[in-house]
């Protein structure tokens, strides 16, 4: 069988952090290899996979030497002659070896490289690339890029409380178009904070470093930017937030050491709902703590379903959550990252759970990435709708832009741009800057 899987290796590589990762290689009997590298979070759900660390002082404790053993050691030996065109199996076997809730046994960074190694070896058996692989005969969309300007939270030293300030073009026409009206506005940003002396480099995913006195002026200077870069915001380009309100939330209060402010559940859904009204926001992530369900349902009838409400720590990638969260009207939308599950398969479950509830999913990059572009590969395979992959910048994250304009270019006249139909229904332009 030419997906059989002949061997399987792991070594320790390098992330965007420069922080070792995990990468997995596969060898099908086909002679066909698939690569996979585990991605790390810096602000992570408290009920995802965790990564395997092994601690001590080399490496600032962020060695992966054990997590390289159990690929070559136990998964190895319990995937060697399985069929790799399997996923399910293949994922299925990695989580019983594992045997624990968070995939902390085996570590959930060994677990996804090898999901990620099996997918790319089985669609390099039969020719393809994984988007297609994954597609089977579907014309699937390409996804509307989350373009991170402005780093801030657990990206950016805390500078400004908010994580990432983003921009979407859900009018463009193509991917590249959005992109290059992105990086009009990434320059002009960076050149409005330099006028006033307050470019101070990049933040983790490439964003800008946001050296404000506050979360609204983040808000100002983005919005201005727009307007610099001779577009229309609430119009032709919209603000997306990601909150990660779970980073300041501690015994029942939401405290924003920027604005010296303190709030309890009610009054942070109004404070975030207020943003909403006055500048151009049409996304917004985790605007709650993970553990504010009544928050979370809130701010969903707030908002929604004018406004995206994105679910990252607080649905962490789950089937069962998204579903319990639906069922508590909470969010319309879901962020995937393929290593918050662990593995393609149960990623996988969780976008279908999403779409089963007319829900909006973003297959999404981590703080600390590499060179691996299998998350674009996997937006338009799984036809997610939305990307979400950090800035437009560094090295990590261009490389995923990149293959994004590469596709685009090899679906040539069967290309679809998802747009505003990637968004959740009745999201649309009149929701960005809510009267």
């Known amino acids: 069988m030419k997906t059989r899987i002949r061997s399987l290796a792991a070594r320790q590589i390098w992330d965007s952090r420069g922080r070792p990762t995990v990468e997995a290689e596969v060898a099908l009997e ?4 698939g690569r996979g590298i585990a991605p790390a979070g810096a602000s992570r759900g408290r009920d995802e996979a965790i990564d395997l ?15 390289v053993a159990n690929v070559n050691d136990t998964i190895a030996r319990a995937l060697r002659g399985r069929d790799a065109a399997n996923q399910a199996d293949i994922d299925g076997r990695i989580i ?10 085996l570590g959930g960074n060994a677990c996804v490289a090898v999901s990620l190694a099996v997918a790319h070896a089985a669609a390099s058996a039969e020719g393809l690339p994984l988007w297609r692989y994954l597609a089977k005969e579907k014309t699937p969309r390409l996804p509307l890029p989350e373009i991170q300007i402005f780093g801030g939270g657990a990206h950016a030293g805390r500078r400004i409380d908010i994580q990432d300030l983003m921009v979407m073009v859900p009018d463009a026409n193509s991917v590249r178009e959005a992109l290059e009206i992105t990086g009009d506005i990434y320059r002009t940003a960076g050149d409005l904070m330099n006028a006033v002396g307050k470019l101070a480099g990049t933040a983790d995913e490439g964003g800008w470093w946001p050296v404000f006195a506050s979360n609204e002026e983040a808000l100002e200077v983005l919005t201005r930017a727009i307007e610099v870069s001779r577009r229309s915001h609430g119009k032709d380009v919209f603000i997306s937030l990601d909150i990660a309100a779970s980073e300041f939330f501690e015994d029942g209060r939401y405290r924003l050491a920027r604005d010296a ?9 109004e404070q975030v709902a207020s943003w909403a009204r006055r500048f151009p926001i049409l996304s917004i992530e985790d605007p709650v703590a993970q553990d504010d369900v009544a928050g979370m349902a809130q701010i969903t009838r707030s908002l929604g ?12 990638t789950d089937a069962t959550r998204i579903e319990a969260a639906a069922d508590f ?14 593995t393609l398969s149960k990623a996988f479950q969780a976008l279908t759970a999403a779409k089963a509830r007319s829900w909006a999913t973003i297959v999404s990059a981590r703080s600390g ?3 691996d572009v299998s998350i674009v590969h996997l937006s338009i395979g799984w036809d997610a709708g939305q990307l979400k992959v950090g800035s437009f910048a560094r090295s990590e994250r261009m490389a995923k832009w990149n293959e994004l ?9 069967d290309v679809q741009f998802a747009g505003w139909t990637g968004l959740p229904p009745g999201v649309s332009r009149e929701g960005g800057g809510l009267p």
Do not use: H, W, Y
Not at 261 to 269: I, L, N, Q, R, Y
């Open 30 to 33: 086909s002679g066909a290899i």
């Open 53 to 67: 660390r092994d601690g001590g002082i080399r490496f600032g404790g962020f060695g992966v030497s054990r997590a």
């Open 96 to 105: 019983e070896l594992d045997a624990t809730p968070n995939l902390s046994k």
């Open 261 to 269: 402010a303190e709030f309890d559940s009610a009054t942070m859904v």
């Open 305 to 316: 379903p004018r406004v995206q409400i994105v679910g990252d720590d607080f649905l962490v």
């Open 329 to 342: 009207g909470a969010c319309n939308a879901a962020l995937i990252k393929i290593n918050q599950a662990g």
């Open 369 to 371: 990435e590499t060179e």
């Open 405 to 413: 304009l590469r596709i685009e270019e090899a679906m040539g006249a």
